[in-house]
């Protein structure tokens, strides 16, 4: 995704602490602090992880309440639905689902300018993001699973047909001609669809300024061990003195770690502090990315509602096809059935396998051995294992590139990426062959010598990082 400007940061972290948003346990009824950061967390820049993100402004204990954001500081329907206008307008068409609404509400909000008061937060969101509603027929076509280009397609199918169902109330609201626009609903829908937070009293969820700002790290990997709350309490944000001068909200939020150890949640709404608290998923040391779990993902869906994938995702599954014969012989549901991210068949899947290669007459007999998980035989086992790896090969041995030339093409692109001026730029371009040259041609790019600078433009750089995503999920597939 394209990041706003950084320049106004400290201001809009000023006015985040206007909001009572802190990073701090304790609330500060005498004096605000200037800015909401700086005693848990800072904003940094990772450039291999993500880009701008939290990082840990000093050692923090896992489990340990890093920052609360009250309700109040909540984008939410509710808040944007006070404007009349919008209101009024928004009632005449309840035939838009929650999301639409939400999605203009934003738009709405967008063309308020410097006049919104949720102004210094929406100039730093994201000017563009590179969901697969985004997706040129190019880039979809470079994803070359069927699969992956059917999800492709679908998000852009529902992406227009969602701003071609809320185009009147837009149009009632007499939104700019830039906010009318496809891209412009696309750009607000994936700012709901990647930024927003669940919050139990409305289905689409929240934008949370600041608390919007965690990069993702995906479930799965970290022990789940409790650390007791003796250490939560050895946390130097509980050790402060002013835990005891008598402030109600403090008092409750010590009340409320022993619960928090119990549900062992990155965060969520707090109904009795009145605020979205966000916890230490780990220890983390000073200058480490602080990291929050949005939920379980595979790649593919990280990249459609979100936009990026990761290098090593534990969560992700590869679907091989399955003869008829094979889903007839068990209970299993089809989507229980894959390889795992580290090449494991899936319970269900070797369950599956190992009753279907079971003789017909014997599978009524054996049948509650293979669903409990437990191996039939060696020779069952062998044949499981000998089928599953020909069908991986077969489906890798359709794809019409391989793991080499995918990683030498990414290697190009991040060089195209990286092309310090143009004549470089030209070199690199005119060396691409097949793929790349599609690429070209879809941007409307040429090899040849011209006798003019070739510069990308902005369109360009975008479509460039949309089909290294493409190529990278691939190739991570590839490699799985």
């Known amino acids: 995704m394209e990041e706003a400007e950084p320049e106004t940061l400290e201001g809009f972290l000023a006015w985040a602490a206007e909001l009572g948003i802190s990073d701090s346990l304790h609330n500060f009824q005498s004096q605000k602090p200037r800015i909401c950061l700086g005693n848990s967390l800072v904003v940094s ?6 880009g701008r993100g939290l990082g840990a402004a000093r050692d923090l204990r896992k489990g340990e309440l890093i920052l609360r954001v009250p309700k109040s500081a909540l984008l939410t329907r509710d808040s944007l639905l006070k404007d009349g206008i919008l209101s009024s307008a928004a009632n005449g068409h309840r035939c838009l689902s929650p999301t639409q609404i939400m999605t203009v509400c934003l738009l709405y909000e967008m063309g308020k300018g410097k006049n919104s008061f949720w102004y210094p937060y929406l100039k730093h969101l994201p000017r563009s993001y590179e969901i697969l509603a985004t ?22 199918s529902k992406a227009e047909t969602e701003w071609k169902q809320a185009t009147l ?3 009632e609201l007499k939104l700019k001609p830039r906010l009318l626009s496809l891209r412009a609903w696309i750009w607000a829908s994936a700012t709901i669809s990647s930024r927003t937070l669940h919050i139990p009293w409305d289905e689409v ?4 300024p600041v608390g919007d700002l965690f990069n993702y790290a995906a479930p799965g990997g970290e022990s789940k061990d409790i650390e007791n709350v003796e250490n939560l309490m050895h946390s130097s944000s509980l050790q402060d003195d002013s835990l005891s001068s008598g402030h109600s909200t403090d008092s409750l939020l010590v009340e409320r770690y ?7 949640t990155d965060g969520g709404y707090d109904d009795d502090i009145g605020a979205y608290c966000f916890y230490a998923r780990n220890n983390y040391k000073k200058g480490e990315q602080v990291l929050l779990s949005y939920g ?3 790649n593919l869906e990280l990249l459609e509602h979100y936009g990026f994938l990761l290098n090593k995702n534990p969560n992700d599954k590869v679907f091989i ?4 014969s094979m889903y ?12 795992h991210q580290d090449g494991q068949p899936s319970f269900a899947l070797l369950s599956a396998l190992r009753l279907w290669t079971t003789p017909q007459s014997q599978r009524r007999s054996i049948g509650h051995l293979a669903y409990s998980g437990s191996q039939l035989s060696v020779e069952n086992e062998i044949s499981v294992l000998k089928w599953i790896s020909q069908n991986c090969r077969v489906i890798l041995n359709t794809l019409p590139t391989t793991v080499e030339g995918d990683s030498l093409l990414l290697f190009t692109i991040d060089e195209i990426q990286n092309a310090g001026n143009p004549m470089e730029l030209r070199k690199l371009l005119c060396q691409l062959e097949s793929e790349a040259c599609a690429f070209l041609e879809a941007n409307s790019l040429q090899k040849e010598e011209n006798g003019g600078e070739l510069v990308l433009s902005r369109k360009t750089k975008r479509s460039i990082e949309r089909w290294k995503l493409a190529v990278e999920w691939r190739l991570r597939r590839e490699g799985d």
């Open 328 to 339: 007839s012989c068990n209970s299993w549901p089809k989507e229980s059935m894959y390889i």
């Open 45 to 50: 820049f990772f450039p291999d992880a993500g």
């Open 169 to 171: 109330l837009m149009q």
């Open 135 to 156: 997706f040129s027929e190019f880039e979809k076509q470079a994803l070359q699973v069927d699969d992956a280009v059917w999800t492709t397609e679908k998000a852009i």
């Open 258 to 264: 022993d619960a928090q150890l119990q549900r062992l």
């Open 321 to 324: 096809p399955l003869e008829p």
């Open 205 to 208: 969820g929240c934008l949370c």
């Open 296 to 298: 379980t993902y595979t």
